[in-house]
């Protein structure tokens, strides 16, 4: 990602979620600043509630060093609760036109991985070109709308580039958090796993999902299909996990196979199932990604690439330990009643 905001000759488009000011996100707002000097049309978008503990002053200094900054949906305090539900969970690069990365990494140093001195969070992000980096650009420019300039002064979109000539992979940029589109990621998985034949591999570090994936899964196990998912062991939202256990035994009955990973906190969101069909993006199957963010998925739909995420999820299983239906059913009672009640209580989390 930074060797192709490096060779950038037109423009770099950011949309992140996190930004932090410590030493990923000051690395990466320098090599910004000299980009933009170099002539680069460098835009940042970052989320208000996601970047919360990141001073307002890090943002202007970007600002006055030539990129253009926006915030989107600023946190005012006094505005009711709404105010802050739907935030921009996107993590997304746009270089030139010519290519782009989504997936699951922000900038800071949790993401940045340990040689280059962050704590390594297990994450996965895609690189794209073609069209599907000009749909990628597309949905930050909707994002670049609809938020606040942090110096005051807006700064007009640039054109869509030119998408580059489309490769020999099948592919489709997913979006939620428009009105149309809110469910898509979320339909685009049921389908998939509606008509899986043979496995569902799936890692998502906020495994929360509705109760109409949660039958899809339990269904797909049932008829024979080889259904695992991993979660994390280790996460930033212990009460996640623990709302995800009250799930676990029904799936584990019908024959789903439950991981959690073993690593560092595992914050990555992925699925390939038959090796067919693979997505890779920002969306955690819980109700908040659902229902409340922005959000980005690329769907490929290829043999070569799905069998490559599908070694990278065996791989992962020797890193995991399978969670039995006697570790759900020998935890304490007040355990299982504390999950069962963040389970019901999902769509607050």
């Known amino acids: 990602m930074l060797s192709e905001i490096e060779g950038a000759r037109r423009s770099v488009l950011l949309e992140f979620y996190s930004f932090s000011d410590d030493s990923a996100g000051r690395a990466v707002g320098a090599l910004l600043r000299r980009k933009a000097k170099e002539g680069v049309a460098v835009y940042l978008l970052y989320d208000s509630v996601g970047s919360i503990s990141t001073d307002r002053k890090f943002f202007l200094a970007l600002a006055a060093a030539g990129v253009k900054v926006a915030e989107f949906r600023p946190v005012i305090y006094w505005k ?8 921009d969970h996107r993590k997304t690069v746009c270089v030139d036109g010519r290519c782009a990365f989504a997936g699951g990494f922000n900038i800071t140093e949790s993401d940045a991985p340990r040689s280059m001195g ?3 969070w ?3 992000s895609a690189r794209v070109c073609g069209p599907a980096a000009a749909a990628i650009e597309r949905l930050f420019w909707e994002s670049w709308a609809a938020s606040t300039p942090v110096d005051g002064k807006s700064s007009p979109a640039l054109p869509v580039a030119e998408p580059g000539p489309a490769g020999n992979k ?8 428009g009105f149309r589109s809110v469910r898509s990621i979320r339909r685009s998985y049921v389908y998939a ?3 899986a034949l043979d496995h569902i591999y799936i890692t998502n570090a906020y495994f929360l999902p509705d109760k109409l994936v949660l039958r899809r899964l339990a269904a797909a196990a049932r008829r024979g299909v080889d259904v695992r998912i991993i979660g994390p062991k280790e996460t930033d939202h212990p009460y996640v996990r623990w709302a995800a256990w009250s799930a676990f035994g029904r799936l584990i009955k019908s024959g789903v196979k439950v991981y959690e990973w073993q690593g560092a906190i595992l914050h ?4 390939v199932i038959d090796g067919t069909w693979s997505s890779v993006g920002s969306h955690n199957l819980d109700h908040r990604s659902l229902h409340y963010n922005l959000e980005v998925n690329v769907n490929v739909y290829d043999r070569s690439f799905g069998a490559a995420l599908a070694r990278v999820f065996r791989d992962d299983l020797k890193n995991s330990k399978q969670v039995t239906l006697d570790d759900v059913r020998g935890r304490p009672l007040m355990a299982k009643a504390v999950s069962r009640l963040l389970y019901l209580f999902r769509s607050w989390a």
């Open 80 to 87: 009711p609760y709404w105010n802050w539900i739907k935030r």
């Open 118 to 120: 962050g704590r390594g």
């Open 122 to 124: 297990k994450d996965t």
């Open 170 to 177: 099948r592919a489709l940029v997913l979006s939620a958090g």
């Open 193 to 195: 796993m509606e008509r």
């Open 268 to 271: 990555s969101k992925t699925a």
